[in-house]
């Protein structure tokens, strides 16, 4: 990978970026991609386009989209001793986050706390026994009194669990919130590798907002860019972890190549078009059939306005949802060139109707 791209995808996850509460991830879009193309704008809603447009005349334009939110908690209730109530922004399985370090970003910036219960010893059997509720736990900043906490923190403010970027053995990497920060760094990969290369439509790299709470930052980027091909870059399962259904799930393994999807959520010529750009660059693809929408950004893409020739590359990520997501980072590398080929071969001339 890239160093400077590598540097890039470190700094996306460790920024925080629960649904709702993007600006700090988008100011490192912004910055990453204003150098890179020909315009970055943001629009009401918070979604950051950075445009590349083309070096041949052409009205084809192609959305690349990556979401840049991630699952969060919310600070709900502040009791009289000072504890933090949160629910979740997002899905979360609560079990995950017992014992996790949490920071809430607060106004007057971040504080640390963990979110916990009482010890094991003290559990009733009843309790022991009982998949907790968030309304069971609690988080602990240190405060002496609810006027202490009431002073830092206030209900609304978001919290994540604590950030961090860890390098594994072979070409691998963990990290909360790989879900969607690879997509979003695939986009803007791929914008970067396009910059170098003669382009024949324009593309819109699009880090997308709130995908977490209903696929709502690509509904409104869809319509506002109105492209006639548009691309969602998510996270998918792997299934090369003990336990999974293949026969349900497909066969999904880390390191051997994105992911393409067929199905009724995907455009079978941009699939073709995908798969052929794939062989010719040499790039491993795994490919999944999905036979319903697939409740990412590439639904709603689907159908903006008069209906949008949609696809899908899924990055395997092991553990999704959790604190320790894996992905392997010759799938982040393999996804942007796939990108970058495709979005320099394609043309105004291309037929994408069924």
């Known amino acids: 990978m890239d160093e400077r791209s590598h ?15 993007e600006r700090p991830i988008q100011d490192v879009v912004r ?35 990556g979401h840049c939110d991630q699952i969060g908690l919310m600070i709900q209730h502040i009791d009289s001793d000072g504890y933090l109530y949160v629910q979740p922004i997002g899905g979360w399985d609560v079990q995950i986050l017992l014992g996790q370090y949490i920071t809430v970003w607060a106004e007057g910036g971040a504080i640390q706390g963990v979110l916990s219960r009482k010890a094991p010893h003290l559990l009733t059997n009843e309790e022991r026994n009982k998949v907790p509720q968030f309304h069971d736990l609690w988080v602990d900043i240190g405060a002496k009194s609810k006027e202490e906490a009431e002073s830092l923190v206030r209900p609304g403010d978001p919290a ?23 997509g979003l760094w695939v986009a803007m990969e791929a914008l970067r590798l396009l910059t170098e290369r003669e382009r024949r439509a324009s ?20 319509y506002g860019i109105n ?28 390191g051997n190549g994105p992911v393409l999807f067929r ?23 795994q490919v999944r059939g999905v036979p319903k929408a697939t409740g990412t950004d590439a639904n709603v893409i689907q159908i903006s306005r008069e209906g949008v020739a949609a696809a899908l590359i899924g990055i ?24 970058a080929e495709f979005g320099a071969t394609v043309s105004g001339e291309y037929d994408w109707t069924p």
Request: aromatic share 4%; glycine share 6%; charged share 20%.
């Open 203 to 222: 593309v819109y790299a699009v880090s997308t907002v709130q995908e977490e709470v209903g696929l709502r930052g690509a509904t409104t980027s869809a």
């Open 31 to 65: 910055r990453w991609a204003t150098p890179l193309a020909s315009e970055v704008r943001t629009d009401r809603h918070g979604n950051v386009i950075a445009a590349l447009h083309p070096t041949e005349p052409s009205d084809l334009r192609i959305m690349l989209a």
């Open 316 to 339: 395997p990520n092991r553990y999704m949802h959790s604190p320790v997501e894996i992905v392997h980072l010759d799938d982040l590398n393999n996804a942007a060139r796939l990108l």
């Open 263 to 285: 199905g009724p959520n995907i455009n079978p010529r941009v699939f073709a078009e995908l798969e052929a750009a794939a062989k010719r660059i040499n790039v491993p693809v």
């Open 7 to 21: 540097d890039f995808l470190r700094e996306l996850l460790e920024t925080p970026s629960p649904s709702g509460y």
């Open 227 to 254: 492209p006639q091909v548009g691309i969602a870059i998510d996270v998918c399962h792997a299934t090369d972890t003990p336990g999974n259904d293949k026969k349900s799930l497909g066969e999904v393994k880390l």
């Open 160 to 182: 994540t669990i604590s950030l961090g970027y860890r390098p594994l053995r072979n070409g691998m990497a963990a990290s909360p919130a790989m879900d969607d920060k690879v």
